[in-house]
């Protein structure tokens, strides 16, 4: 069983920037391909951003791209999403997610067979 314990959620400004982690725990961090996900009331669940299992290889969603980034370290069985220029539509609960799996589609929630407990972020305008 492996558990994902994520930090960093929390209130910020539009423009302002903010930083969650995600530790690993139960295997070998550098076996899982990582995953963010985030989810608005009311709305379905969407893909934030995903890292191979090396970290040299990375994915954005659109609505991110330019001021997300995703990284990990793998010594520190930890995965990262930098927020940058934050608006209120980011406003979500953010999950972070592993995977096991070989996919074509890393966007895609059935790509991962580990999630964390999600991390409220909030921006205010």
Known sequence: QVQLVESGGGLVQAGGSLRLSCAASGRTFSSFAMGWFRQ??????EFV?????SGGSTSYADSVKGRFTISRDNAKNTVYL???????EDTAVYYCAASTYNVADWSKAYAYNYWGQGTQVTVSS
Do not use: F, I, S, Y
């Not at 608005?40 to 669940?45: N, S």
């Not at 930098?82 to 209120?88: H, R, T, V, W, Y």
């Open 49 to 53: 951003a995903t890292v191979r299992r």
């Open 82 to 88: 930098e927020m940058n220029d934050l608006k209120p």
């Open 40 to 45: 608005a009331p009311g709305k379905e669940r």
